[in-house]
């Protein structure tokens, strides 16, 4: 159980409205509560890097004699710099008579651009073993620390930090692309370690020293975080074994034989389109299919669209909902629209559109177009992702596809909300 | 005039295979032949976090005994760790007797994430008055320090720098947005300062306390860095003054009365399919208009495409070429393959499709999308960008717009060539 409360002047005063004695009092109170229901207890002091460090040590000194296990450090709006937040949790632990019965922990923000440095920091200098971090930097605002970049460098700079992270690099790529499709979330191409060009030597003088010998202009292996070297994997004649091998590899395995030949059908209508199948196209494929495997209200029967320069975009569907076939049509701003704005009239969700994003996944004109919709209703918030070669088509998928999970009453674990 | 050769071991043995005291004679070489053209010379020590201290000072002395009068020390590979470099570059400047004659400067990589947070320890510890960095972070593969990131680190923590880097801060965003645009690179949502959720809040517990006091969660004022906080501006009904003005406003001047009236023009027709007009689309709309400002060999007169489900997409299109209309008619994988295919068919440009990326200028169904086609011949790359509310007509526009850059004979200041 993770329980925290702000301690910094600011938010207890502003936010809480409540004395640093009054908050003590609580901090005493949550760990003692969530003791009674679970051995291991996280606290975590909002705004610790921006709190007075004499508070501080009372609050945290009084939580881990409660029984708290892990102490986390929040710099919680990306105030750190790295020398001196290092210097600070090294201060608490050495200040905290009883700092050696708790595992220290930070969780840092990135809105100065410092995440990873300060999470680093507070390992070498402070003497924090946890950090919590999230793939591709995801969070509030600009994000948290990002994992592939604090995992990668640790085990880059083995000889100065001197620690251990016991993960296997290899699923970071594919993890990284797991979240982006899921989430919706583009990764830029220039980001550390799972940005396209990440491991890509543009200018002259870096190709020829890498040509000379890789280590002048690479500390890392392009393999040793998961991008796969031979991109080129399956066509239209591969068989289901083929193809099953390759996600296996990929890191992918289907929970059933039907959602694996499910999979393997969309794989042959792809291969008919398109001449080379790409480890992106595999991963977007399956992707779909995760998204389809809950049941489905709404399903996409057939659609046509057609736009023009001085022509009214237009889009014609057919969609069966529980089973049943309704059609409509309708103009738009745009194709896309247009296809939205069709589907919209049979489904009334009445719902918002957050986000529309396309990736092309992979170079090249006969690209397999990845849509996410992300659409909010009543306080939810869904992502619906659809690939096609076929953009309007993905778009149209990526919708119904957002439907369904807006249509679904399953209670997710973690479900996100809109305020 | 900047001049500069690797100094590490591993780079002089095998990328330069010198030796030492032959990369010591060029050093100076190349800086005392750069003095007789310039009086204001720069030199860096490739790979110089990586290099030997004491080779690094003798090489530096002489450097500036020859008179350069910028040193930068980069961090070629993204090796390093923050404060270390900050005393790394401490050490340089208090072992080199003549140090005091030259500006200190470094030049990070971001392969581990760190690149921000480097470049701030060698100005805080190492005592660097300069810092090369670049707008979203760009560069060689993770890319290098991001201005922005470096820019707000220092005006927001100025009691911890206790600095000032003179820069107003307000161009930012519309800086970070112009280069996105030009290079086709987008910003992930979660970047620091410029992207689109750096100064949004998402959880329940944050609004809260941004309702109560907007410090207890922001470190920084989005207006500060360019986020202009009245998004929706113009309609249909704007006249030509108040587009002026918040052009203007968004820091863009439009060379000419005749570019000015073309955009405008174009902000109408604009204004006819959407019915309100964001700064986003303004700035997409000028993008495009610059674009066109070069002569055009190749101009879109009409398009109309259609695809759909079981129906293979097709597209037929009306150039002029010179002045000289052609048509043709292609299928493809998607609509907007159709459309190249149909194009190409007509400029038999024989291009090699590096990249093409969608973006929605803004949110919602009647969204403007921005489409960038980066195109690459005979070693020459060249990015179109094309806006419409119909993505298939922005694709073709963009396309045409890459083609009259590669047809432009003009030198460019600084080409980008592909190896």
Redesign the interface.
């Known amino acids: 159980i993770h329980t925290f409360i702000a301690t910094s002047a ?2 207890m005063e ?2 809480l409205r409540m004395t640093p004695e009054q908050v003590l009092e609580q901090s005493k109170l949550s760990v003692r509560f969530a003791k009674k229901h679970c051995p291991d207890v996280e606290f975590s002091p909002e ?1 610790g890097s921006r709190s007075d460090v004499d508070f501080l040590c009372r609050v945290l000194e009084a939580v881990i004699k409660e029984g708290a296990t892990t102490i986390n450090v929040p710099d ?4 750190a ?4 937040f ?1 210097e600070f949790i090294k201060r608490l632990r050495e200040k905290i008579p009883n700092s050696d019965k708790a595992v220290w922990s930070v969780h840092c923000h ?5 995440a ?3 999470s ?2 507070a390992v ?2 402070g003497g924090a073993r946890q950090i919590e971090c999230t793939i ?8 948290n620390t ?1 994992l592939e ?2 995992v ?2 640790i085990r ?2 083995k000889d ?1 930090f001197g620690l251990e992270t016991r993960i296997d690099t290899t699923h970071i790529v594919p993890t990284s692309r797991l979240v982006s499709q899921i989430t919706g ?9 799972v ?1 396209a ?8 003088i ?4 890498v040509l ?2 890789r ?6 292996r392009a393999e040793d975080v998961g991008w796969s070297t031979n991109k080129i994997v399956l066509g239209k004649l591969s068989g289901r074994n083929a193809f099953k091998q390759r996600l296996k590899e990929l890191g992918v395995e289907l929970e059933s034989d039907d959602a694996a030949n499910k999979a393997f059908q969309r794989f042959k209508d792809l291969a008919d ?2 001449a080379e199948i790409f480890d992106e196209d595999l991963l977007a494929l399956v992707a779909q299919e995760a998204g389809v495997a809950a049941q489905e209200h709404w399903q ?1 029967v ?10 009214k ?1 237009f889009a ?1 569907i057919t969609v069966l909902e529980d089973g049943k076939e309704k059609k409509s049509e309708s103009q ?6 247009a296809t ?2 069709a589907i919209e009239s049979l489904a009334k969700s009445g719902a918002e ?8 996944v992979t ?5 397999q ?1 990845e849509v996410t919709v992300r659409l909010a209703k009543g306080g939810r918030i869904v992502n619906g992702v659809g690939a ?6 993905a778009s149209a998928k990526a919708y119904i596809s957002a439907l369904n999970k807006l249509e679904s009453k399953a209670q997710r674990v973690n479900p996100q ?3």
Chains 1, 2 share one sequence.
Do not use: W
Request: proline share 3%.
């Open positions: 600011l938010h502003k936010k705004d919680t709006v990306g105030y710099v790295p020398e001196q290092g990135n809105d100065l651009g410092m990873v440095a300060n680093l920091a070498r200098i591709n930097g995801l969070g509030e605002r600009a994000g990002s970049e604090v990668m460098a880059t700079r100065f979330f583009v990764v830029q191409p220039n980001k550390a370690v940005g060009n990440a491991f890509a030597h543009a200018s002259g870096h190709q020829d020293g000379k010998a280590d002048t202009y690479e500390i890392m389109k398109k996409l057939t659609m046509n669209q057609a736009s023009g320069m001085g022509q975009p014609k738009g701003d745009g194709p896309v629209d939205f704005k559109l957050l986000l529309y994003s396309v990736n092309a170079q090249g004109t006969e690209s177009g096609d070669t076929d953009i309007v088509v909300y809109q305020n």
